[in-house]
């Protein structure tokens, strides 16, 4: 693995831009307080430009940014001039947290938790990283197993007779197209109660109570069955329509349905981790020829029929193929 540098932070840069506003701004209210803005106001808007611009220089000089340098045997949390080194034992996890304000998605926080000296836990904000770029970072630091040689000979063991994953996709597939008619029969018959009473209420010029709450319910309940469960429901079944029946995993290849993939031929894959539940269970092969292979296991759900049950194994043997093999194995968080 080559060293990685991940700027997890972006304080600087939102502080300054901050620091350039609040001080032009600030020095506007100070300039208006003491002269007449409309007589001085080539002057008043240079001072405050030049004040705001003083106030962002010292913010990048003052405030430190944190960077993960990582290695082969550990990595660096560098803060400004501080730097200090830490194995990847230390690495505690990572929380992503999608947060929503009246139903409304506003964005994703991104933590990563890394054990000091001490004992305490440090929590790192993340969030000017990409998904994908605090994927691979997440998984760069996870990689605490297999990492001394004895553990590497284990590891290479745990692949002597091959690990054989037999998926029921004809089962998944039927049980995730079910579940995709009732919402759509569900909506269908919300949306033909809706129209029918607005034909009803518009011809019958019948403006009762009873009349407006059922158009506002079957109509609200439509929208919402529309867009929150059949529309998720059918992106998902056409993912999901391309699940193998098989994958094979041994020291020397990964079979996946009528796909035969070598450790030299593969540049990346990446996998939803299996007890994350907002996502759902993507497994991307990349090789490097620059193929992508993309394949669903559906989405946990509370009888386990939606999705492959032993998905989590499969995840952990991948990881481990692809840890002896040198392959980049990043988890997907979202």
Not at 204 to 221: E, K, P, Q, V, Y
Not at 233 to 262: F, Q
Request: charged content about 20%.
């Amino acid at each position: 693995m080559n060293d990685k540098r991940f700027r997890v932070s972006s304080n600087k840069r939102t502080t300054a831009a901050l620091a350039l506003l609040g001080g032009f701004i600030g020095a506007l209210f100070i300039e208006n307080q003491v002269t007449d803005l409309d007589e001085n106001l080539i002057l008043c808007l240079t001072i405050a430009i030049v004040a705001g611009i003083v106030l962002a220089i010292l913010c990048g000089i003052i405030v430190k940014e944190y960077y993960l340098q990582i290695y082969e045997d550990g990595f660096e949390l560098v803060k400004g001039n501080n730097i200090t080194k830490y194995p990847f034992s230390a690495f505690e996890g990572s929380n992503v947290t999608r947060n929503y304000m009246n139903g409304i998605y506003t964005g994703t926080t991104r933590e990563i938790k890394i054990k000091d000296i001490s004992g305490k836990t440090l929590k790192i904000n993340a969030n000017n990283l990409s998904k994908g770029a605090f994927a691979e970072l997440v998984t760069y630091l996870n990689q605490t197993r297999y990492t001394e040689s004895h553990d590497m000979e284990e590891a290479a063991g745990y692949f002597k007779e091959g690990y054989d994953f037999r998926i029921p996709n004809d089962s998944i597939i039927k049980a995730n197209k079910n579940r995709l008619l009732i919402q759509c029969v569900a909506t269908i018959v919300l949306l033909l109660v809706f129209i029918g009473m607005m034909i009803y209420y518009f011809g019958a010029h019948a403006d009762s109570a009873l009349n407006l709450t059922i158009i506002i319910f079957s109509g609200g309940g439509a929208g919402m069955l529309l867009f929150m469960y059949v529309v998720p429901s059918l992106l998902l079944y056409n993912k999901v329509k391309n699940l193998p029946n098989y994958i094979y995993v041994d020291e020397y290849s990964l079979k996946i349905g009528n796909k035969t993939l070598c450790p030299e031929n593969v540049q990346s894959i990446l996998m939803v981790p299996a007890n994350y539940e907002i996502l759902t269970r993507d497994m991307i092969v990349i090789t490097k020829n620059n193929e992508k292979y993309v394949f669903n296991f559906g989405k946990k759900d509370s009888k386990g029929e939606l999705t492959y049950s032993e998905y989590d194994k499969l995840c952990g043997t991948v990881e481990i193929w692809c840890i002896i093999n040198k392959v980049n194995y990043v988890k997907i968080l979202g």
